[in-house]
């Protein structure tokens, strides 16, 4: 239940909660929730078990142990909101250090729905993604869009890396974002 801060410093201690009663009063009183999805993949069903953190990152509280045996990780910013896009470079810088090394990395610019009160470009994201190599999407919870298809592309890539064999095509998942992607209106026409 407890756990190590990240970057390494040790000494201070952080709750991981795993149930409401859990909780300390500074900290996120919502367990970190793990929830399985299932996506068919070229006819073959995958199941994904998914690990929110459940708002911990905002305390910076989300530790090693969450994600160092990830296969993949879901990154997301809210794109009406500054500070959670300049928190994408530590997370990367921390993930890069901790994660393992061959782990997927997605990043999700999320609340694409909202766009009278976007603060953070789209190209903002793609130029942060192509910085670090990773690919894109922005989405929307609410509306649904590009939610399955971040899902979808994971699961291709996970199968893909675990059945890669000389004669299969190579999968780049980057491409397949690109190519299947929904993009949000920018301009509301009268
Ligand atoms: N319009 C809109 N609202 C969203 C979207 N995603 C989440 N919200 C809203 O934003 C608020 C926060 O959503 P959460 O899912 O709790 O966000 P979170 O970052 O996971 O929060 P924690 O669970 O505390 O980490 C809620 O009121 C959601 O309904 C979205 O894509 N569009």
Same mark, same amino acid.
């Given at each position: 239940k407890w756990a190590p801060a990240p970057s390494g410093k040790g000494e201070l201690l952080l709750p991981r909660p795993?149930?409401?009663?859990? !909780? $300390?009063? $500074? $900290?996120? !009183?919502?367990p970190a929730g793990l929830f399985n999805k299932v996506v068919t993949v070229d006819g073959m069903r995958v199941k994904l078990q998914i690990w929110d953190t459940a708002g911990q990152e905002r305390f910076r509280s989300v530790t090693h142990a969450y994600y160092r045996d990830a296969q993949a990780l879901l990154l997301l910013y809210d794109i009406t909101n500054k500070a959670s896009f300049d928190n994408i470079r530590a997370w990367l810088t921390e993930i890069h250090e901790y994660?393992?090394?061959d782990v997927v990395i997605m990043l999700l610019g999320n609340k694409a729905d909202m766009s009278s009160e976007r603060v953070i470009r789209s190209e903002d994201g793609e130029t942060l993604a192509r910085e670090y190599g990773v690919p894109f999407l922005e989405t929307s919870a609410?509306?649904?869009?590009?939610v399955e298809l971040a899902f979808l592309a994971i699961a291709k890539e996970l199968k893909y890396r675990a059945g890669q064999s000389a004669d299969e095509p190579s999968f780049q998942i980057r491409d397949y974002v690109e190519s299947q992607k929904k993009r949000s209106s920018c301009c509301s026409f009268v």
């Open positions: 795993q149930a409401e009663g859990d !909780c $300390l009063t $500074l $900290l996120p !009183c919502k994660a393992q090394r609410k509306t649904g869009m590009n």
